[in-house]
């Protein structure tokens, strides 16, 4: 057990959290929750209200936080020396300085693993849905508009044998080549490192990030939200991709250029993107992107299934339990020791 002075550890949690991982917290003894009631806390505490709460005595031992809450030097330091750990409930940890937190030898978690399947999944919905034009044809009915059947009446591109390449061939990015496989889909693959054995294993080849574009018919962005990788698709990458190409984007709505997405989309650059992710969530309505007909926008939801979202509930809690015990975290943000 890590030591406190014989004082309970207090954990900020900073909106509602799937009882699955509070049940974790609240049965670890010696640990205090403490969590905004209803109705503050079905929306993301604000920034200024996370930091005033943890500069208040006698201050909090762990943050769990969610990927709608930024974490950076400023909030660190109003929390003080009693912060040993932060947890993240999303694999994603964009939204939190990492070298910030390390230099003040915070321990860091986040939930990779448990929603693989159910985002990949959701990827696979978004992108048959974008190909195949189901938002228009769902509009059509809805609208009393459905018009008679002519051949080319609500013709969209197959997924089937299609070339896809995925940029970022991780954990989602191989359970997406997988799924595709079924499809006899070609899988190409863009990375930062290359590992030809693992992508074997998914036949998935490694092409330069040019090529990746140049070749696919379907275009997946699976890459960490960076300094390198915002902005990564930007008109010169719409230009090099093919006129037919369809861009699906599930990891972070900041590594497309939504200005240039919305020439390239209107221009017929590109033939159409299905985003789960934009800038800013929400998107309202108003956006430009929003009334374009070959733009499907679904507002985030790729792992929200209720049992994903209580098993990164439960590894979020783990992970502050493991740093309460003083034991490495079952899930700790790569490069970052503890
Ligand atoms: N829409 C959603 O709800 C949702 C849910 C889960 C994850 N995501 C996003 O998906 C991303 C991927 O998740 P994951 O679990 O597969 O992560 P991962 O770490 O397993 O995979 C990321 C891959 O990207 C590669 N990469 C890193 N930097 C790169 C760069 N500059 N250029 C090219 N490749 C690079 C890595 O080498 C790795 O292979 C997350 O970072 C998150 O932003 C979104």
Redesign the pocket.
């Known amino acids: 057990m890590a030591s406190n002075g014989g004082e309970p550890w207090r954990v900020l949690v900073t909106r509602s959290f799937p009882e699955a991982g509070l049940l974790l917290l609240r049965e670890e003894p010696n640990l205090e929750v403490v969590i905004p009631d209803e109705p503050d806390a079905s929306d993301a505490m604000p920034y200024d209200k996370m930091k005033k709460m943890l500069a208040e005595a006698p201050g909090y031992d762990a943050l769990l936080c969610f990927l709608t809450d930024k974490i950076d030097a400023e909030l660190l330091d109003s929390a003080g020396s009693r912060l040993k750990t932060v947890s993240t409930m999303s ?2 940890y ?1 939204h939190m300085d990492v070298a910030a937190c390390t230099d003040r030898k915070l321990s860091l978690g986040h939930t ?1 693993d448990v ?2 399947n159910t ?1 990949a999944d959701f990827i696979l919905g978004v992108l048959i849905a974008t190909c195949r034009r189901i938002p228009a044809g769902v509009k059509v009915v809805k609208d009393d508009v459905w018009g008679k059947w002519a051949p080319l009446y609500m013709c969209g591109r197959d997924v089937h044998h299609a070339t896809v390449g995925i ?7 191989m359970a997406v080549a997988k799924r595709l496989a079924g499809f006899d889909c070609e899988i190409l693959y ?4 290359r590992m030809d054995e693992r992508a074997a294993t998914v036949g998935a080849t490694y092409v330069e990030f040019d090529d990746l574009l140049a070749r696919s018919d379907i275009v997946i962005p ?5 300094a ?2 915002t902005g990564l698709f930007d008109a010169t990458a719409f230009g090099k991709m093919k006129k037919t190409a369809v861009l699906v984007n ?3 709505g900041e590594i497309v250029n939504q200005d240039a997405l919305y020439d390239a989309l209107k221009n017929g650059t590109i033939w159409a993107a299905g985003l ?2 934009t800038v800013p969530e929400p998107l309202p309505a108003s956006d430009k992107l929003v009334g374009l007909e070959n733009c499907m926008i679904v507002p ?1 939801m ?2 929200a299934t209720v049992a994903c979202r209580e098993d990164m509930a439960r590894i979020a809690a783990r992970n502050v339990i493991a740093a309460h015990r003083g034991e490495k975290l079952p899930h700790a943000v790569p490069g970052t020791s503890k």
């Open positions: 694999v994603g964009n990779p929603l693989t985002v940029m970022g061939l991780g954990r989602i990015g863009s990375d930062a490192f699976l890459c960490p939200l960076t390198e990788t599930c990891s972070r789960d992710v985030h790729a792992s």
